[in-house]
């Protein structure tokens, strides 16, 4: 049985101090999980995801990484959990390739040949290690966003959170970001996926919908990725999740897992 990695209980989040963006909100994410945070446009997924590594700290309720309270020692918490955001720019500060990979590892205490081998094999995982003398201002976004997770990755956090992580990159750049999750898998990291795109959620373990700053439901994918809860909570439903929901199918693992099942399913019929 696999043990939480993140405790999250009865969680109140507020900017201002009146208005609540979060509201009680409670789950918990296991070690070694692929996990999903799903919500519309101003759920609170990305000021949820900020409580994680303590960038933003519970006035109400807790926060617990690795039993550590994200409140009580925030330093320690970054160094277990990192976020690769959605705009690389909001990421990205030092002028060339190298420094900026090499930032989080520095910080750390890495010096010389172990600092040169992190940078280049952190690179070398987003396919851009031709580019380590690269000034970050000439890359283009998709570059820019294989950078800023090199940049996490460098650092090496048992917890990986990636923000949109698919947002605004073609297809090559949409598969090279499923190829990092699956390797940081095999290395039994916890990752976790957060985005407004359902179809993206098919391979978690488990998904939290949120809605308004509340949970709205826990789940595996075939309990959360449901077309009327979906379209209640403002969100698309994706065709092949359309479509398995009306054939009476189980919701497939994947969008290959799909192709198959329809595939035997034409030949059958
Ligand atoms: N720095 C801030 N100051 C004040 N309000 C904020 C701040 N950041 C976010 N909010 C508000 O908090 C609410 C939740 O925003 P948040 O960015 O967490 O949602 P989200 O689910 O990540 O949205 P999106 O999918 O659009 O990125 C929104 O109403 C937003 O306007």
């Not at 909100?25 to 799903?38: H, Q, R």
């Not at 959605?86 to 060339?96: H, V």
């Not at 809605?211 to 309990?223: D, K, M, S, T, W």
């Amino acid at each position: 049985m696999k043990q939480p990695i993140i405790v999250v209980e009865n969680l109140y989040s507020s900017y201002d101090g009146k208005n609540y963006v979060l509201r009680n909100v409670s789950f918990t994410v296991n070690e070694g999980e692929l996990f999903g945070i799903l919500g519309p446009n101003g759920a609170g997924k990305s000021t949820l995801v900020l409580h994680l590594n303590g960038i933003l700290k519970a006035k109400r309720g807790r926060v617990l990484v690795s039993g550590i309270d994200v409140r009580k020692n925030p330093r320690e918490v970054r160094k277990l959990v990192g976020i690769v955001f959605q705009d690389p720019n909001d990421q990205l500060f030092c002028p060339t390739v190298r420094e900026e990979v090499g930032f989080g590892p520095y910080n750390l205490g890495v010096r010389g040949k172990d600092l040169e081998d992190v940078v280049f094999n952190s690179l070398k995982l987003v396919g851009m290690e031709g580019y380590i003398d690269r000034e970050i201002k000439s890359l283009s976004f998709g570059e820019k966003k294989r950078v800023a997770i090199a940049a996490i990755l460098a650092m090496n956090p048992q917890i990986v959170i990636f923000d949109e992580p698919f947002a605004n990159l073609d297809f090559k750049g949409k598969k090279l970001v499923w190829d990092v999750i699956k390797t940081l898998r095999k290395e039994g990291k916890t990752v976790i996926i957060v985005t407004h795109e359902a179809e993206y959620l098919l391979e978690c373990d488990r998904i939290l919908l949120l809605a308004n700053g509340e949970v709205i439901r826990v789940g595996e994918p075939g309990e959360v990725l449901i077309p009327e809860i979906l379209k209640r909570n403002n969100l698309d439903v994706p065709l092949i999740i359309e479509l398995f929901f009306e054939l009476g199918l189980e919701l497939p693992k994947s969008l290959d897992d799909a192709k198959r099942v329809l595939k035997s399913k034409l030949k059958l019929g």
